[in-house]
């Protein structure tokens, strides 16, 4: 059973066109929420960490939300750049180290 | 500065050959990663690290071997290469550990496993 799970899992917008994008957990004692970008042939970059319900964190057109059950990606006035696939994780627990991904949402802006 | 620098970034294989991918960061990071990335699977994590000399198995570790004998390396090795294993590996580092979820990933390398 996923831990985590996201949607959509595609999603086109037109320039400026605000959206959201949503990942919802499953783990017991959330020990952190993040949330990554990945470009075409990179490896992930870290955006934002979240550990409690009511948390928000923002970076340019990004906002990351927290609630008991899921967190929300919110963007902006997106821009052809932004385009990308977002990532969210949370830590693995039982006593391992590492983050458990989900699949990602493929966000596509288009001018 | 580098971060976190993989080699080779392609390679192909034929099955049962062997092969180690190498991880290198120029960061002092004490924790590092090995993930798998596959087509509607997600990122999975392999085999870990939290310092120098340790290793420890993650969700996916059957058919690789990893060592950290040095604090900048992560090798991983695959002793008798399958088709299940062509996938992209991303090697990642951390200075504090996963609970902080900053992980620096690097660009990844691609095997094919014919």
């Known amino acids: 059973e996923d831990q985590v799970t996201q949607s959509p899992e595609a999603l086109r917008l037109q320039e400026g066109e605000s959206s959201s994008l949503n990942c919802s957990y499953t783990?017991?004692?959330?020990?952190?929420l993040f949330w990554y970008r990945q470009d075409p042939g990179k490896g992930p970059e870290f955006l934002f960490t979240?550990?409690?319900a009511g948390e928000e964190k923002e970076k340019e057109r990004l906002k990351a939300t927290l609630t008991k059950k899921e967190s929300f990606l919110h963007i902006t006035a997106p821009k052809p750049e932004d385009s990308a696939t977002y990532l969210c994780?949370?830590?693995?627990?039982?006593?391992?180290?590492?983050?458990?991904f989900g699949k990602g949402t493929h966000l596509i802006i288009q001018p | 500065n580098a971060g976190v620098t993989q080699t080779p970034k392609f390679r192909v294989l034929k099955t049962g050959q062997s092969m180690t991918l190498l991880c290198a960061q120029d960061?002092?990071?004490?924790?590092m990663y090995w993930y798998r990335q596959d087509p509607g699977m997600g990122l999975r994590l392999i085999h870990y690290?939290?310092?120098?000399?340790?290793?420890a198995k993650g969700e996916v570790p059957d058919g690789y071997n990893v060592s950290r004998l040095k604090k900048q390396n992560f090798l991983l090795g695959l002793e008798s290469a399958a088709p299940s294993q062509t996938s992209v590996y991303f090697c990642?580092?951390?200075?504090?550990?996963?609970?902080?979820?900053?992980?620096?990933f690097g660009e990844g390398s691609r095997l094919t496993v014919l």
């Open positions: 960061m002092n990071h004490e924790y």
């Open positions: 979240l550990y409690s």
């Open positions: 690290s939290v310092g120098e000399g340790t290793t």
């Open positions: 783990v017991s004692g959330l020990r952190g």
């Open positions: 994780a949370v830590h693995l627990g039982g006593g391992a180290d590492g983050l458990t």
């Open positions: 990642a580092s951390s200075s504090r550990g996963a609970n902080t979820g900053e992980l620096f």
